[in-house]
């Protein structure tokens, strides 16, 4: 697979939510905080107004344009920024997802949107280097985004035998795509694999790492895989991920022997061959520097929990149902 693949496998998103809004007349809510899920929506038909907690200023969202909230911070949507806000209780209490909610007759304002859980442990694997809004406009290269969206609407309100499932599948898509789109237009001043992937010379690195995790690479066969010097490739992996390419490589090992340990029965000899490691001891060592514990307790759920090990667990790569847009 590829980086981007690798990383959304291990975090496992899971749609827990998809539905549609339409909005008439003079509105205003207030979204609770989500948990640390993702929100990703667009809209469809209309306008509207999106704040978010910690963020300064409003960003109005036209019709085509795409959104990302990755840190379920609490928000609000509005047709004008300044109305006083009803909670989202008020107006989504009744709903079922999979549905459009209907608010003051509606015919205003349409949008789809998703919330995501990522049910890996090690969200901040992607969440921490985004911000927390990321406003992908329609005059961004959205064709790829629009199929989904478009088809997500007509699901919504056309409901089928099978529309579930299918919707399921439409977010995942919606999803990916923000991703890609905001990857691209990332590449000015953005730090952090993600944005690495979308430079030529550090994406052939990053993936010849994630396709061949085991193998015993070198700072000097990587800087040949980017077609550059070793010193140069060294100095621009870090300026442009954030870590050196030997820690990114631990790192990345140790993310999938977490995972490995989590949801497989291998045992950690198994585990350590399988990433490139010679002896169980040294896996062990690198295992409990990176992630604060060693791989049995790992295994037996006995992970770290203060603040300093939970930091560099998760930092380890780069430093229900309500409804609707809710």
Known sequence: MDPLSDVLSVLKPHNYMSAGFDAGGDWSIAFPDQHGSIKCGAVVSGYCWLSVEGFAGAVRLDAGDCFLLPHGRPFRLASDITLSPVEASTVFSTARRGVVV??????????????????????????????????????????????????????????????FLIVQHLAHMMLIQALRQHLKEGLNGGVGWIFALADKQMGAAITAMHEDPAHRWTLQLLAERAGMSRSTFALKFKEAVGKAPMEYLTRWRMVLAADRLENSGDPVSAISLSLGYESESAFSTAFKRTMGCSPRQYGRGRKPISASNKERGAAYINQPEPLAAE
């Open 102 to 163: 209907l608010h003051n007759g509606g015919g205003d304002c349409f949008m789809v949107s998703s919330r995501f859980a990522l049910t890996g442990n090690y969200a901040d694997l992607l969440l921490r280097m985004l911000p927390s809004i990321v406003h992908i406009r329609k005059d961004s290269d959205l064709a790829a985004l629009r199929w989904p969206v478009e088809r997500m609407m007509q699901e919504l309100r056309e409901r089928q035998p099978g529309g």
